[in-house]
């Protein structure tokens, strides 16, 4: 069954009014049977990943919107998706409690690190796999499990770090199966930020496993998390409404974006600059913000939840991606503000 592809060419489109309430998509990338959990552009900008609830995760072509690969595998929800820092790999997780790794075309399973698996030394088995992502070097990965977080060196299927402190703060008849929704290391390599439950985010050594900083502000779950790309800062979104940006050094609240959003906030990203932040959101809009002044550039309105979005590598492009099935993509000019 061919992907089908709505591509509007409009000129007035290709550079959005920064002040306007609702640009539009030059890009729809349709395809997927279910909520796109995750979508991110490759190191080169030619490429977009994305991961499903539909148990797919697919390659698409940023330019022209053409589908050129896809994987069903997974046998469950496929959580997030993302490129190695050198294009050469993708990482996939999924509720099928597995970690896969693919080649950049997504045409093979390079590796599954699973507990059933007989390619890793990895027992997982017992736990589905939220988050998983890349280090820098591309030779690890940082994922997040139920209750911990953990290093994985890719290779050798050795454990290298486990990260434990997020907790579990409803009452036992109500009680979670997550209680980390996230995972990513710092440009340098030498800290790990993770997001929780327990209405924090938190900051970790690599190399002795300990909490350096525990990010507060959220009054509620924290679902997703960023630094930015010199590392020297984190932004943080959750279910609160609230996105937070804070000192990757001391832990400090830097900024807060609050009273756009009116419903909870599940995703954010930086653009490359630094300068500007994404959100991504429950009540149906995608934001741009200035990071300095807190100021809202731009509202982009949906017809669904946005789950996900993030700025292309050259900063000029954003992709949002949808409870609807649908990823977009929306050329934005930011030099211009």
Same mark, same amino acid.
């Given at each position: 069954m061919k992907t089908a592809i709505h591509i509007t060419m409009s000129l007035c489109f290709l550079t959005a009014n920064l002040h306007a309430e609702n640009p539009h998509a030059i890009l729809e990338l349709k395809g997927h049977a279910g909520g796109v959990n995750f979508a991110a552009f490759s190191p080169d900008g030619k490429k977009i990943v994305t991961a499903s609830k539909d148990k797919t995760v697919r390659i698409w072509d940023a330019e022209s919107g053409r589908e050129i690969g896809k994987q069903e595998? +997974?046998?469950d929800e496929v959580f997030s998706i993302s490129f190695s820092a050198d294009g050469g790999k993708i990482v996939t997780a999924s509720a099928d409690k597995t970690v896969r790794i693919w080649d950049a075309e997504l045409k093979h399973e390079l590796k599954i690190l699973s507990g059933a698996s007989r390619y890793s030394f990895f027992d997982i088995s017992a736990s589905?796999?939220?988050?998983a992502a890349f280090s820098p070097d591309g030779k690890k990965v940082v994922v997040a499990l139920e209750k911990t977080a953990q290093i994985w060196d890719i290779e050798s299927g050795k454990v290298l770090q486990v990260f434990r402190g997020h907790r579990e703060m409803a009452p036992p008849e109500v009680r979670r199966k997550y209680w980390i929704n996230s995972a990513f290391f710092s440009p340098n390599e030498k800290k790990v930020v993770t997001t929780g439950i327990d209405h924090t985010a938190r900051i970790w050594d690599i190399d002795s496993g &300990?909490? #350096?900083h525990t990010l &507060?502000? +959220?009054n509620s779950t924290v679902f997703h998390a960023a630094f930015s790309p010199d590392g020297i800062k984190i932004a943080t979104v959750g279910w609160n409404r609230i996105a937070i940006i804070h000192s990757a050094e001391l832990g400090t609240t830097l900024q807060r974006f609050v009273g756009r959003h009116i419903h909870a906030i599940y995703s954010v990203n930086f653009s490359p600059d630094g &300068? &500007?932040?994404?959100?991504g959101s429950q009540d149906h809009t995608a934001r741009i913000w200035d990071? /300095?002044?807190? /100021? /809202? #550039? #731009?509202s982009i309105k949906h017809p669904a939840e946005v789950l996900m979005v993030a700025f292309s590598p050259d900063g000029r492009r954003v992709i949002t991606a949808c409870q609807d099935g649908i990823v977009r993509l929306f050329v934005v000019e930011l030099e211009n503000i």
């Open positions: 595998r +997974h046998t589905a796999v939220r988050f &300990k909490t #350096l &507060k502000g +959220h &300068k &500007k932040i994404i959100t990071v /300095e002044s807190g /100021e /809202e #550039l #731009l």
